[in-house]
């Protein structure tokens, strides 16, 4: 028997009383402050936090701010509207009138309990105000009159201390995850940058025999490479690509790449080995959320909205990959009616293209950091899904009475 079962058996004998957050929390309103004072009157490292729609915030003095207005108990903001969800804060702030926030003047009452109870059920909140009208928002009367299980005070602070631990888990989690990005990042444009002035490829003896510090990622300002296009480098395939409509498509196990990467299964294929495929239209080639340029291995089809080109050796491919995105391209991309990629322009984009030793070497230390950063099952990116499914289950385990 673990603890906290231990002490809902002392001090939980009979069941869990449900109260409504009206019963148990004090409701405060926020202060009266347009878009533009937030603006005019935000400081850098002042001591109040203003929370507005979104993850709009701003920090004012308290000369700024009505007294009255200001809350200086830990508390649960309500976002209302827009983005539907609980905040905990526990150090001055204030909110847009919009809003709304509760604390506790209770010694019964853990108020951080409360929140885990209300974020556990943010989807539910949510779910309410999307059918409300085209700007999602929630009431005062919807949190007032929502029932949780109200078990005695030290039951409340053990389930607070062990939510706050797996809390402190992801928020760590992604704080390297953000850090590993960076670093990628870093490395990425350090391998990535050559001497432009070059245009003649001059191999020395040191490049065609790694030695044993060739691993590290080192800037490559001074190695000489030479430029080709991408058209002299690579066999293009878009020739072969066939695009078909959803619903025409025969599910299958073979992936359907589009501009983006996978974007469905079907029955058949139409390319069979390694190739690298490149966004040809859409939104990202400018945005550049994900990535534009992405491998493709085995039978595989792919449509017209992503070119597909295929190279001699691995190294090339993934070298060109993590260089391709690693570069402005604007220049390449038509937007007349929509941000486009064609053929000619592909052709074109030059390539700086060092010694095949030094492609081998900048991609095997990228591979390591792509592995790190983005893959979903080895990654960082895979513990974080991992923490976060523990975190739900421990907290609709120990929230549910």
């Not at 202060?31 to 004072?37: D, G, H, R, S, V």
């Not at 207005?69 to 804060?89: A, C, H, M, N």
Request: glycine share 4%.
């Amino acid at each position: 028997m673990t603890k906290l079962e231990k002490l809902i058996k002392e001090h939980c004998p009979n069941e869990v009383e449900y109260k409504t957050i009206k019963e148990i929390l004090v409701r405060t309103k926020g202060t009266k402050i347009t878009a533009e004072q937030m603006q005019q009157l935000n400081k850098e490292n002042a001591p109040i936090k203003i929370f507005a729609g979104g993850k709009t915030v701003a920090y004012f003095n308290y000369e700024d701010i009505p007294e009255n207005d200001v809350q200086k108990t830990p508390s649960i903001i309500v976002k209302s509207r827009g983005l539907i969800e609980f905040e905990y804060y526990d150090q001055p702030f204030s909110h847009k009138n919009e809003f709304w926030a509760y604390h506790s003047n209770s010694e019964d009452i853990n108020i951080k309990y409360v929140y885990y109870c209300l974020k556990k059920d943010e989807a539910y909140f949510r779910s309410i105000a999307t059918s409300m009208g085209s700007l999602p928002q929630i009431s005062i009367p919807v949190t007032d009159n929502y029932k949780i299980p109200i078990p005695s005070l030290i039951i409340q602070q053990e389930i607070v201390r062990i939510l706050d631990i797996l809390t402190k888990y992801q928020v760590e989690l992604n704080a390297e995850f953000e850090a590993r990005k960076k670093q990628y990042e870093y490395y990425r444009n350090e391998l990535l940058t050559f001497n432009t002035n070059s245009d003649i490829m001059k191999e020395t003896a040191n490049s065609q025999q790694p030695t044993a510090n060739s691993q590290q990622p080192t800037a490559n300002s001074q190695q000489r490479v030479r430029f080709l296009t991408l058209g002299e480098i690579a066999v293009n395939m878009d020739s072969k690509r066939k695009p078909v409509t959803k619903s025409l498509r025969k599910s299958g196990k073979y992936p359907y790449y589009g501009a983006s990467g996978i974007v469905d299964y079907v029955s058949g294929f139409i390319f069979d080995g390694d190739y690298l495929l490149i966004s040809e239209d859409g939104a990202n080639l400018v945005a550049r959320n994900t990535p534009i340029a992405f491998s493709a291995s085995g039978k595989i089809w792919v449509n017209n909205h992503a070119h597909v080109l295929q190279f001699d050796t691995y190294a090339t491919r993934k070298y060109v990959e993590f260089y391709l995105n690693s570069i402005d391209l604007s220049k390449y991309i038509s937007t007349s009616a929509q941000p486009k990629l064609n053929q000619e322009n592909l052709n074109k984009i030059p390539i700086p293209i060092p010694s095949y030793e030094e492609q081998e070497r900048i991609v095997s230390i990228l591979d390591r950091f792509e592995t790190l950063t983005n893959d979903l099952t080895n990654g960082l990116p895979a513990e974080i899904a991992a923490r976060k499914k523990q975190y739900e289950y421990y907290r609709d385990k120990l929230l549910t009475f």
